[in-house]
């Protein structure tokens, strides 16, 4: 009987399960006959017959013309060439195929108009595209960012948009981060691109679980778990006014009650 990891290779080359076993079967038996080949892979008589043309025409087993009919395989280095070869045509067809759909895609949108987006809420996953999000926004800031963030996301996030955050500094952005932190947690090793005139940072012993951005009072970003890793929690956006009020009366009242932090640990 064949072991499943010869199956599983032959399954990842393109072959079916069954496929793969009567393929083994045959290779460990040199000819069978197709009554042979159900006993010796456990597959139905009926089912050998059904199976048997595709892998003829996959060019990996002969058919030999005697009575019984016979069948021999291919031997297992060249099928496994042959496969790999099958599966390097496919993939280069489904490349093309993809850069075709890509390219229609790109035409289409040329000659439509998209209906304006006017959402005010939307929940943004916790991947690429809030990173994307994050960083669309930071770019477009003419005046004030403010931020209430962890101790642990600190690192990552000015790792993350280092380049964006040195142009808005440039523009004379004003940053101001609150860090959220326990009593007994120290901050250490604050990146040297933040000691600059522009950027004001407080630090809270206040138990605050809301962890956000805002940039020019117009857009705010909450995110929704408290993770050490900003790719780890989904995010609430809006531009809604009202939620953007109250955030930033919230962002101005810890303000207020955090402490300036003076001493850098680089």
Not at 169 to 187: F, M, P, T
Not at 248 to 264: A, D, M, R
Request: glycine share 2%; with cysteine.
């Amino acid at each position: 009987m064949q072991t499943s990891e010869e199956v599983q290779t032959l399954m990842q080359l393109g072959l079916t399960s069954c496929q793969a076993r009567i393929y083994i079967a045959l290779t460990k038996s040199g000819m069978l006959t197709a009554k042979e080949l159900s006993e010796r892979s456990g597959i139905t008589k009926q089912d050998v017959y059904r199976i048997i043309p595709s892998l003829h025409e996959k060019g990996l087993i002969e058919k030999i013309l005697q009575n019984p009919v016979k069948y021999r395989p291919l031997s297992i280095s060249r099928a496994v060439a042959s496969l790999l070869d099958q599966r390097k045509q496919e993939t280069t067809a489904l490349k093309n195929k993809t850069i075709n759909l890509i390219r229609k895609a790109e035409l289409n949108n040329k000659k439509t108009t998209l209906p304006k987006d006017d959402s005010n809420f939307i929940i943004i996953p916790p991947n690429e595209l809030l990173i994307n999000k994050l960083a669309n926004s930071i770019k477009k800031v003419d005046n004030q960012i403010d931020v209430v963030t962890s101790v642990s996301r600190l690192g990552e996030a000015t790792d993350i948009f280092k380049t964006i955050i040195k142009k808005s500094l440039k523009k004379k952005v004003n940053i101001r981060l609150i860090l959220v932190q326990d009593k007994q947690q120290s901050i250490q090793n604050i990146p040297q691109m933040l000691m600059n005139d522009n950027i004001e940072i407080k630090h809270s012993f206040q138990d605050s679980r809301t962890l956000m951005a805002i940039y020019d009072k117009k857009e705010v970003y909450i995110f929704t778990k408290e993770t050490k890793k900003i790719k780890e929690s989904p995010a609430l956006w809006s531009k809604a006014p009202a939620l953007v009020n109250l955030a930033q009366q919230n962002f101005e009242t810890l303000w207020k009650k955090s402490k300036k932090y003076t001493t850098f640990a680089i």
